[in-house]
């Protein structure tokens, strides 16, 4: 069975995502690796992919939570412990997302002796962070792929939907 183009959308989106995750994580190497010349440039562009980042996660996991998994415990009930996980994943990564934010506007408040540990801090979390985002969205997408074939058209048409509102 083949997703429909609202799945197809939404499995595209997330790609975006991913790819956002990744740029995120290599800003963070530079602004571990390239020291203080680079610091103020590589904080402002990890900010700007932080806050598109949130948002655009927040929408998602929100509207996943609310709508999506909801009708698919309903409907493959197999998929509820997963689905539960993946909810709580998520949640995580929001909250981990805003503890980072606070984080990163720490580092720039520090004078420079103490900044280093606290940019590699902010690395480690930073990158298990991205981790957890490539993590939530990959297990998403595939939970969605493998609900496809199982479900009747009529319920295939319907997930479309709650897709397209995603």
């Not at 799945?7 to 790609?15: G, I, L, P, T, Y």
């Not at 929001?94 to 540990?117: D, N, P």
């Not at 940019?119 to 991205?130: E, F, K, N, P, S």
Request: aromatic share 8%.
């Amino acid at each position: 069975m083949r997703c429909g183009k609202s799945a197809q959308c939404f499995m595209e989106k997330a790609d975006s995502l991913l790819a956002t995750a990744d740029l995120l994580e290599s800003v963070l190497i530079y602004l571990r690796f390239e020291g203080e010349v680079g610091r103020g440039k590589n904080l402002k562009r990890a900010y700007g992919l932080l806050a598109g980042l949130q948002e655009a996660l927040r929408k998602r996991f929100g509207q996943g939570e609310r709508n999506i998994f909801p009708y698919l415990k309903r409907h493959i009930p197999r998929l509820e412990h997963a689905l539960n996980l993946l909810c709580w994943e998520q949640g995580e990564v929001i909250q981990r997302l805003e503890s980072f934010e606070r984080q990163a506007f720490e580092v720039q408040k520090l004078e420079k002796a103490g900044r280093q540990r606290k940019v590699l801090g902010l690395y480690r979390d930073g990158v298990y962070m991205a981790y957890m985002i490539r993590h939530c969205l990959k297990v998403e997408r595939d939970l969605i792929k493998a609900s496809v074939p199982i479900l009747q058209k009529a319920e295939r048409q319907q997930l479309d939907k709650w897709l397209a509102r995603a």
